[in-house]
C-alpha cells in the first residue's frame, strides 16, 4: 500500500442539544500512515482541561453541556501527507 494523505470516512455532523444532555461526535480517517486526530473549538485547540470533556482517537465526547459548549468544531485528521478537516456546529438549548 502506497502512502496516502488522510481521508475522513466519518464526520461530525451539526446537532441542537439540551442544556445538560451528552454529545458524542466521531471523526474517522483513512491513510497511510494511520492519521492522527485533534479537535479545535472556533479555531483553537481544545483542551480537554474539564473532567466533562474527553479527546480520544477521534472521538470527542462532551457530557453535562453548558451554554458555554456552544460553538463551531473541527475535527483535524492529520499524517505526514497532509491534514482534512471538517466542522460541525453546537447549538444547547434551554
Not at 50 to 67: D, F, H
Request: some cysteine.
Amino acid at each position: 500500500m502506497f502512502p496516502a494523505p488522510p481521508h475522513l470516512i466519518e464526520k461530525p455532523q451539526d446537532v441542537q442539544k439540551l442544556i445538560d444532555d451528552s454529545l458524542v461526535w466521531e471523526c474517522k480517517a483513512t491513510g497511510k500512515p494511520k492519521p492522527s486526530y485533534r479537535w479545535m473549538k472556533n479555531g483553537e485547540n481544545l483542551e480537554s482541561a474539564e473532567e466533562r470533556i474527553q479527546v480520544a482517537n477521534g472521538i470527542l465526547s462532551i457530557s453535562r453541556l453548558t451554554l458555554s459548549d456552544i460553538g463551531m468544531y473541527q475535527c483535524v485528521a492529520g499524517n505526514k501527507h497532509g491534514e482534512v478537516y471538517s466542522n460541525a456546529e453546537l447549538r444547547v438549548i434551554v
